[in-house]
């Protein structure tokens, strides 16, 4: 393989530069020349990439975000803009594509895989819902950066009797609320997976006001259906129930944005020298994911569209933790 090219797409994902940077520096090390593509698939439709030294990725391995770019792009769900993705890819000579992204990313690699352009996909998302890899690049950053946010609420509530309602990102996965509701020390976590009632919330808070706790801590997915906004609304109209008086937080995209943690600094760069050679063993419809800390690669075909489940015996950890 002579040319290939890398993009990253969708959310963007602490450790995608590290990501890219590897891709490079790993595809000229196997004597190929590597595109960057600006914007995700929208720079495959407008014809926007370069050709990218290995001095041309230094210096950004530690800086969050992408340097590439990403875009949502809907013209890439139609064939056309597909098909012009492809004849622009072609024109290059460039034979393959590394895409650097989450679930719906993803959809679109083996999209462009079906119709016969070789793709590599490295499973980058901070919610860590892609099956295929038992983390995802950014999601270890994303956490760390949720639970510094949780420590510092923490002290607050503990010096006005408080509970804290954080919601944490994830889209349809409480992986990240869990993970940080277990490292944080929450009194009670509420996830997709496990959904809790307003009352079972009231009713914990209240357990832990009365074995006289002087801080409660209730870290909330964004896609529960009780999430932060729910909750409060709930317990605005009858404060009495939980003990605490409450307040939320939503920490949103600050998530997104911190530089990569050392873990996913390390994660991308196996998964991007992965994904190089995933196309040098002739790989064209796969993902690049680690498993047991192994690099392994998965048919897109049985990643795309569904999510990895989590493990619920660390929901009960969790619960245990919180007595
Ligand atoms: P993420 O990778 O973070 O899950 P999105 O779901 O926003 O990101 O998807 C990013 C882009 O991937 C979309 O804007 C679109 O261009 C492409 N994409 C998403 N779903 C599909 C699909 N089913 N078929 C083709 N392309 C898709």
Redesign the pocket.
């Known amino acids: 393989m002579k040319r290939a090219a890398v993009l990253t797409?969708?959310?963007?994902?602490p450790g995608m530069n590290a990501a890219i940077r590897a891709v490079v520096r790993s595809g000229i090390d196997a004597g190929m020349e590597v595109f960057g593509v600006h914007d995700?698939?929208?720079g495959l439709i407008g014809n926007n990439m370069v050709s990218l030294a290995r001095r041309d990725v230094g210096n950004i391995m530690q800086l969050g975000g992408t340097f590439l770019g990403?875009?949502?792009?809907?013209?890439?769900?139609t064939l056309e803009?597909?098909q012009k993705a492809i004849s622009n890819l072609e024109a290059y000579g460039i034979e393959a594509l590394v895409v650097i992204?989450?679930?719906?990313?993803?959809?679109?690699?083996?999209?462009?895989a079906v119709m016969g352009f070789p793709v590599v996909g490295i499973a980058?998302?901070i919610?860590n819902d892609l099956e295929g890899s038992d983390v995802t690049i950014g999601v270890d950053t994303a956490i760390n950066v949720a639970l510094e946010a949780i420590d510092r609420l923490k002290i607050t509530a503990a010096s006005h009797k408080r509970a804290f309602l954080v919601e944490v990102m994830g889209?349809k996965c409480g992986y990240v609320a869990l993970m940080a509701g277990i490292a944080g020390g929450a009194e009670i976590v509420v996830i997709p997976e496990h959904e809790s009632t307003p009352e079972q919330v009231a009713q914990q808070l209240r357990a832990a006001y009365d074995r006289g706790k002087n801080h409660g801590l209730v870290v909330v997915a964004e896609g529960a259906v009780n999430n932060a906004h729910k909750l409060i609304e709930h317990f605005e109209a009858d404060p009495s129930t939980t003990g605490f008086s409450l307040r939320a937080t939503i920490l949103g995209h600050v998530q997104r944005g911190a530089s990569p943690s050392a873990s996913d600094r390390m994660l991308a760069t196996r998964l991007g020298e992965g994904a190089v050679k995933a196309l040098l063993d002739g790989k064209t419809a796969d993902l690049v994911g680690i498993r047991n800390n192994q690099i392994v690669t998965t048919p897109l075909q049985d990643v795309?569209?569904k999510q990895k489940p989590i493990d619920l015996r660390l929901f009960e950890l969790a619960q245990i933790m919180a007595q």
């Open positions: 797409s969708g959310g963007d994902a995700g698939y929208a990403s875009a949502r792009c809907p013209e890439f769900i803009g597909r992204g989450g679930n719906g990313s993803q959809a679109g690699s083996l999209d462009l980058s998302t919610d889209r795309v569209g």
